[in-house]
């Protein structure tokens, strides 16, 4: 972990010392129980501002005494622990479940509840039903809620909190955190699931130490988070990572994508496997999926189609060459453009990474200047969650952070 040391300077005092104060509340946290004169040695500060800011910190219970250190002689010193339980956080990720949790500080669910994801507005009362019975479970821990991060499948105005657009909720150019803020009386945050899922692998996952990583989510549709020297991208129009609308060739140019999904997503997501395997089954290839497809055609689901791969079917190892083929492509386009230093995947389809992994590797290998380390989610849907847990916490707080994640 790196800490901003500060610098001497004339600027604004009151950025000065939140940047202070968030520098010795991380270094609290990662090392706590630890005593005034070690944050002052780490992070070269004068006794006096430690124990200026440390005494707020602890007025404001974000910060314990936990009992006197180990003396080098002289008097024993007073060591410090952060208070993860000084506030909670509801984070809720909104796909085909709503799948909402109650955290502390440091991001340790305490609760977890789902339910099935209904569109329009019965989705709407659905997650503030949801939101709320988190909030009344709350009270059995203690601490109030600070803030609730809520992650939608769609671009998201993040400053207005504003969905523009999620097809399988039917929500278009939806004003959530308004709409939840009256109803609820608490603080919303909305942003992009993928982007929170990228800020959940830095904070707790698989981006854990990492400046510069990508997090692609494989699902019905396919999109890419950014943490870009330490700091959230979103782009211009908060549209950045949209890489379901990459175009594998010239082939697709002139196509308009505008209500349905991406031209990468509508080859290589879900919805693009099931089409694919189907026309292939239509053609009358040989498959293990045949039987259960003319039996009843809607019941096949892309899980089968994985799962037959991995068993060896000459279908679903096709069909999954082919979408190896297209994700590649992305991820060759990522590593090229944005240089990072570990590509995440994750989303619902991350559960068959196994077939994916080696074979992009392998496609990339001599293919890109600096081929990036791809791996797995370490925390699954889970991250999302946390993402949600972060950016509320972030956005509620009087401190600065300086490092990872905003």
Known sequence: MTYLKPVNHTGDATLLRKVNESAILELI???????????A???DLSPPTITRIVNVLIKEDIVLKVGPGNSRGGRRPMLLEFNDRASLIIGVYVGQNMVGALADLNGEILERRS???????????????????LHQASRRFGPSVRGVGIGAPSITLF??????WAPSLEWRNLPLKRRLEEKLGLSVFVENEVNLIALGESWRGAGRGFRNIV????GAGIGAGLILN????????????EVGYVIPNERYLGHTYDDAY???????????ILKRTRQRLKDGQSSVLAEPWNEEPSALTVQMVLEAAREGDPVGEVVVQETVDYLSIAVANLACILDPERIIISGDLAEFGDLFLDLIRS???GLVPTAPDIVLSDLGMDAAMLGAVAIALRQTSDQVFVHRQM
């Open 159 to 164: 400053r207005e909190g504003i969905v523009t």
């Open 215 to 218: 997090c692609i989510s494989l």
């Open 363 to 365: 496609r990339l290998k």
């Open 230 to 241: 330490g700091q959230l991208y979103r782009g211009s129009h908060d549209a950045a990572g």
């Open 29 to 39: 946290r990662e090392k706590g129980p630890i005593a005034r004169s070690e944050i």
């Open 115 to 133: 339910v099935p994801s209904l569109p329009g507005e019965r989705g709407i009362q659905q997650l503030a039903a949801l939101i709320e019975g």
């Open 41 to 43: 040695r780490r992070l």
């Open 262 to 272: 991406g031209c990468l997503e509508s080859l290589a997501g879900s919805t693009g």
